[in-house]
């Protein structure tokens, strides 16, 4: 009988009850469990080994480049980061409104670590997400509109609860780029979360986008319901020439959370 359920288990990818259900009948057996405990045991199991691949899945598909943290970042070594107003975004009520955060600062000052640990905090409580590099996200736009696949490309994006699109800044952009990402931005107004960091203050924003009336109608959108932090204080980054403070801190020869 084991054996036969074993086989079904299997049949019906049941990997979560597969991997417990020989344990499970053994205790059952020896503790005299109703059956009805070792149905719902199983269950238990299934469940949560399911619910550890969801989690597991939504991790890969949000390609987050590094597993940074709003525990691990550094808020006394940067005083331009209000923590208290950070510790609020993540309470994750800002996705619940579908608002926007936009944080702007200098190159090293902690915006893509504190968007990519408010990313991961949002995946880990059950939202789907996607990190982008300004600049890739661009590109994989404009090279969908050879294969004509941008429809389908942008439904994929408006669709995540949460984006992150990091080093919004000085980029190389064709008009066809700028239109696609202003009807992104459009077709996520006020029904999906869109956090971006910057170096740039809204007014550069008409350089990088030259279209006036786009960039005017872009960031009405974006800062309709939005935090908007900037953080002005000191890089992060350690200069990794610095063997004193390696040796100090071993712990942190990863990059620093920009």
């Not at 509109?145 to 439904?155: K, Y």
């Not at 350089?207 to 992060?236: Q, W, Y």
């Amino acid at each position: 009988m084991k054996e036969r359920i074993q086989v079904l288990l299997d049949q019906l990818r049941l990997q979560g009850m597969a991997v417990c259900l020989e344990d499970v009948l053994n205790n059952a057996e020896k503790k005299g469990t109703a059956t009805h405990d070792v149905l719902i045991e199983l269950l238990e199991r299934e469940y949560r080994h399911q619910q550890e691949r969801c989690l597991a899945g939504r991790l890969k598909r949000a390609k987050l480049p590094w597993t940074w943290t709003l525990d691990t970042f550094p808020f006394k070594e940067q005083p331009g980061v209000n923590k208290t107003q950070i510790m609020g975004l993540a309470k994750l009520t800002f996705i619940e409104r579908n608002d926007n955060v936009i944080l702007i600062g200098k190159t090293g000052t902690g915006k893509s670590g504190i968007a990519m640990s408010l990313l991961r905090l949002a995946v880990l409580n059950g939202y789907r997400g996607r990190f982008y590099n300004a600049q890739d996200m661009l590109n994989e736009l404009y090279a969908s509109l050879a294969d004509r696949t941008t429809s389908q490309l942008l439904r994929t994006l408006a669709n995540y609860d949460v984006i992150v699109i990091d080093e919004l800044g000085y980029l190389t952009l064709t008009s066809e780029q700028i239109n696609i990402f202003f009807k992104l931005i459009d077709m996520r107004y006020q029904k999906k979360t869109t956090i971006i960091t910057t170096n740039l203050d809204f007014e550069a924003w008409y350089e990088v986008f030259k279209h006036k009336e786009l960039v005017d109608a872009m960031l009405d959108r974006l800062n309709h319901g939005c935090t908007v932090i900037r953080i002005d204080g000191p890089s992060l980054r350690v200069p990794k020439s610095s063997e004193k403070h390696s040796e100090e801190h071993p712990e942190k020869q990863k990059p620093s959370q920009r």
